[in-house]
């Protein structure tokens, strides 16, 4: 016997055994007739009917399948569109803070050494509101992020490399001076330069994926340059780096010179201004009055401490606006021009002293060009 017939052998025996010969007897009113189930049949039929119902249960499974996939894209388009929108928003708030930011660079003490480019820094982008739109597409988004993205690090550049720009200025007004940054502070804490760097620094690795700050400058960054900068800038109104009178002239320089009085050499330890007659006399920078009123061959005379070690010392006033302890602001009003005290005439003798020493005050005038 062949395996084929082998086969079919089994097949018979399996199908007497679960299908036996079975009749339905259909009985109508005209006529009784039987209908025989021979066990291939009923094998076949049960065949059919298990491969129908295995069809329909894979296929449901396959259709639960594809809505779940479905329904998971769905929500991850949904996510990134949210994610997108949130990043154009973010970004508008970082391009209005940096817009904000241009603006007190402008506005700042040493706006005086800005470059062109920069001044036009803000002008050049535009305002995201403009940009998004509620209907737009991933794609439209997408484009919309890139080109905000250029933008922005377009902008966090210009200012950064204007921010340093400063700085350098700055710091070399403070090395004209003869000013060691490193030994200054700023109110009471200590002035950390960037030579210092800046330290305690750490954390995990998480590599950037988003194209937002591409660029090699972070906000971060930016804005520690520009806390380093207003440290400075504050710094640097403290200290006596604008000029008394403005508008006056030199008599007489810092150093050995004759004694107008006795016409020996002798050491001058100021600068003498001649203005006009009762002309306005202005503190240097910041500070509080250490002392105010007669001083010796000083006549009417005020003494300013402006922090750091460093004091100003005004001469030969007609009159005196201020008060001992008083707080001033660089550029307010502290006297009139005079000759009291021991003079030959109506002018400002004008110190500049550091740790007690007299030092020649045009350092500090030169350092204002830088500053200021």
Not at 184 to 191: F, R, S, T
Request: positive net charge; proline residues 3%.
């Amino acid at each position: 016997m062949s395996r084929f017939e082998t086969v079919i052998m089994n097949i018979r025996s399996l199908l007497k055994k679960w299908f036996k010969p079975r009749r339905i007897i259909v009985v109508s009113d005209a006529a009784i007739f039987t209908i025989h189930l021979h066990p291939w049949f009923q094998g076949s039929v049960a065949a059919v009917a298990f491969v129908l119902t295995a069809w329909m249960v894979y296929a449901s499974g396959q259709f639960v399948v594809f809505e779940t996939l479905l329904t998971t894209k769905e929500g991850e388009i949904v996510h990134a569109t949210k994610a997108n929108k949130n990043l154009v928003a973010q970004m508008d708030e970082l391009q209005k803070h940096l817009q904000t930011l241009n603006k007190y660079l402008k506005s700042s003490p040493t706006h005086g050494h800005q470059t062109a480019d920069a001044e036009k820094g803000d002008k050049r982008i535009k305002p995201l509101s403009k940009l998004e739109n509620k209907g737009d597409s991933d794609k439209e988004l997408n484009a919309k992020v890139e080109q905000l993205s250029e933008q922005t690090n377009s902008l966090l550049n210009e200012i950064y490399d204007n921010v340093s720009s400063k700085i350098d200025t700055v710091e070399d007004g403070f090395d004209v001076a003869g000013l060691d940054l490193d030994n200054l502070n700023v109110g009471d804490q200590k002035l950390v330069t960037e030579k210092k760097g800046i330290v305690g620094q750490g954390g995990p690795f998480i590599p950037l994926v988003s194209k937002l700050f591409s660029s090699q400058i972070s906000p971060s960054m930016l804005q520690a340059k520009v806390d380093y900068l207003m440290k400075l800038e504050t710094l640097a109104r403290s200290l006596p780096f604008a000029r008394p009178m403005p508008s006056a002239g030199l008599s007489s320089g810092f150093g050995v010179r004759r004694d107008p009085m006795t016409n020996i050499l002798a050491i001058h330890k100021g600068l003498d201004f001649v203005g006009p007659e009762g002309g306005k006399v202005y503190t240097t920078g910041d500070g509080r009055v250490l002392r105010a009123g007669r001083y010796g061959a000083y006549g009417r005379f005020v003494e300013i401490y402006h922090g750091n070690g460093v004091s100003t010392r005004y001469g030969h006033l007609s009159q005196i606006f201020v008060r001992n302890g008083q707080r001033l602001r660089r550029g307010q009003v502290i006297g009139l021009q005079g000759s009291t005290g021991r003079s030959t005439g109506s002018h400002l003798h004008y110190e500049v002293r550091v740790d007690g020493d007299a030092v020649d005050p045009k350092k500090f005038l030169k350092a204002g060009t830088y500053v200021f």
